[in-house]
């Protein structure tokens, strides 16, 4: 359980660095429409993976902790509340980029308000909401190495 917990946590977090820092500044470099274009093609796919990558974590995340036995007041509990919190948080934050913001901008993208300055404060908005999860992935691997060495 634990190989496939970090399994699935390295496909969770490794397409959002792949994301951040390969795909978004590969892109820059093409046409607006086409930057677009692909961009939400790879996304649909990743948001696939991604999310099958989320129920992975969270079942075997269960199992994990139910055959730890944790003692939740000890160090190693207040460690896994503080984690429990992060991915609470990147889940939260993930529903929020994948299925209401992120739709709602490429609809805006592609209609006639793409233009509007609301759909530019949008287009702003949802990459700061990835790259605010992406450093709570970070901070989340850091505690499950806390944990682990614990």
């Not at 399994?7 to 969770?12: D, G, N, P, S, V």
């Not at 003692?71 to 939260?92: E, F, P």
Request: net charge positive; charged share 10%.
């Amino acid at each position: 359980m634990v190989w496939l917990h970090i399994i699935a946590a390295m496909t969770w977090i490794g397409g959002m660095v792949f994301i951040s820092l390969v795909l978004s500044p590969a892109l820059r470099k093409l046409p607006q429409n086409s930057r677009s274009e692909l961009f939400q093609t790879v996304g649909t796919a990743a948001k696939a993976v991604g999310w099958i990558a989320v129920l992975i974590l969270l079942f075997t995340g269960a199992l994990n902790v139910l055959h730890l036995q944790v003692q939740w007041k000890a160090l190693i509990g207040r460690l896994l509340i503080a984690k429990l919190t992060l991915v609470t948080m990147m889940i939260v934050l993930s529903v929020l980029h994948d299925f209401i913001l992120g739709p709602l901008l490429s609809a805006r993208l592609q209609s006639s308000a793409a233009q509007d300055p609301s759909t530019r404060r949008l287009r702003q908005f949802v990459p700061w909401l990835a790259r605010i999860n992406l450093l709570l992935a970070l901070a989340v691997v850091y505690l499950a190495v806390l944990i682990a060495r614990s």
